[in-house]
């Protein structure tokens, strides 16, 4: 049974938070996997990849340590130190020992991962505006804020 022919239970509180946690959640799940799909198919990448480029555009040029990399990732963190590996191979990146602690690398962006990234930020702009499209400018805000209040509250409660 979908959620969209869920019995109508009472219109309580709690079960209209249930249905929005399942709709959140089974829409985060989807959209995962289609930015997954659409970076394999059209970059033979990931979205893990794609978020590790984009912590490091961010820092224009900063290095930042592997473990600080891996806590501001969004998609699965899984094995980083791996994944890391992989994109020094396609030279995406390039890691360098931290001054303080030589246990520890320090990651930037390499000047290819630099080129990949912003043609990978093009097109990725253009699909989430498609994937989008179906809410109107109105819709789209609305979803910010009310998603946007949500997070606020879940950062702030205790794990």
Not at 14 to 30: D, G, P
Not at 107 to 120: D, I, N, S, T, Y
Request: charged share 35%; glycine share 4%; net charge neutral.
């Amino acid at each position: 049974m979908t959620t969209d022919t869920l019995p109508d239970y009472n219109d309580s509180h709690s079960k209209n938070a249930l249905r929005a946690w399942l709709q959140l959640l089974k829409c985060s799940k989807r959209m995962e996997q289609m930015t997954n799909s659409h970076l394999d198919k059209t970059f033979k990448s990931s979205l893990t990849r794609f978020d590790v480029l984009a912590n490091l555009d961010a820092r224009d040029g900063e290095t930042v340590s592997t473990t600080k990399l891996a806590k501001s990732l969004l998609a699965s963190k899984g094995n980083i130190t791996r994944l890391l590996d992989r994109m020094e191979e396609d030279q995406l990146i390039e890691r360098k020992p931290n001054r303080e602690d030589r246990r520890i690398s320090d990651v930037f962006l390499a000047p290819k991962g630099r080129e990949e990234f912003q043609r990978m930020v093009n097109d990725h702009e253009q699909w989430v505006d498609h994937v989008f499209s179906v809410l109107d400018n109105g819709e789209q805000k609305m979803l910010i804020e009310t998603v946007g209040k949500l997070r606020k509250h879940l950062e702030s409660t205790s794990p």
